[in-house]
């Protein structure tokens, strides 16, 4: 007996039965799985039923059901197809326990780890339900926000267009005025540099706010680091004290350092 036959034999059993004990091997089972969304929750896939497999210890009483579908494969007696799926198995179990995997045609991968313990590993295409025959994943459309008005392509370009042109602008470096740029008459200044002053003019005065921008920023980190100082300093002055003035910090340090049992014992002292 073939391994192309013996996972027909399972395919076949499993679509119409939940459960297919297989002899000296284990127990294939098939159970239904619910819709359910993806990962992003854009796409709903439908149900299916699900194939996993056990391994089990299992009689040839126990697995009447698989030995009744090969004898009907093959043509043979009850006892001969016993033997037949026992040689099958035995080269099935040598495979797993040699190469630790063992292709199954048209269900998956049977595969075993360090310990010897068999596993499945279904095809991705695996289709043991009929009655889902037809079902598709549904894709979800995201709903638009509500009151936004759909975009003309010519307004999107154009926006890109005035964002693209705003970024290199602001990558541009800033020019600063100097002294020796600055006409001493107004009068002699011709139109063109007029207008070119006003330009540095601008630069300028938004570099100036920028500057001015970030001053706050960390003007707000002095007082974290004066209050720091001062808590450090008051502690210092706090364990001096109790290490200068014992007699007179034991009202405060006593009921610190004991507990009550402690402080009623010192005070009998």
Not at 44 to 51: F, T, V
Not at 68 to 83: C, F, P, S, W
Request: net charge negative.
């Amino acid at each position: 007996m073939e391994i192309n036959l013996f996972s027909k034999c399972i395919k076949e059993l499993i679509v119409e039965n939940d459960r297919v004990d297989v002899p000296y091997l284990g127990t294939f089972t098939a159970e239904m799985m619910p819709a359910s969304y993806s990962d992003r929750q854009t796409t709903i896939h439908p149900p299916y039923r699900r194939m996993s497999f056990r391994k089990a210890d299992i009689t040839l009483a126990d697995g009447r059901l698989l030995l009744d579908k090969v004898r009907k494969e093959i043509g043979v007696t009850l006892d001969q197809a016993g033997v037949e799926l026992g040689w099958c198995l035995s080269r099935l179990c040598s495979e797993l326990e040699g190469r630790k995997s063992c292709k199954l045609p048209g269900l998956g991968v049977m595969r075993a780890n360090a310990r010897n313990e068999f596993f499945f590993v279904p095809d991705d295409d695996l289709d043991i339900w009929p009655d889902g025959l037809g079902f598709e994943a549904i894709a979800i459309k995201m709903p638009k926000e509500p009151g936004r008005a759909e975009e003309m392509p010519e307004q999107v370009e154009h926006d890109e267009r005035q964002v693209k042109k705003d970024e290199q602008e602001l990558r541009q470096p800033t020019e600063v005025i100097t002294e020796s740029l600055i006409p001493e008459n107004p009068g002699d200044v011709s139109e063109g540099e007029t207008a070119g002053g006003v330009r540095r003019s601008e630069h300028f005065s938004a570099s100036k706010t920028n500057t001015r921008a970030v001053q706050p920023e960390r003007r707000r980190l002095r007082p974290i680091w004066i209050v720091l100082i001062v808590l450090a300093a008051l502690l210092l002055l706090f364990i001096a004290a109790c290490y200068l003035f014992t007699d007179q910090m034991s009202p405060i340090l006593d009921p610190l350092l004991y507990s009550k049992e402690e402080l009623e014992l010192l005070r009998g002292v």
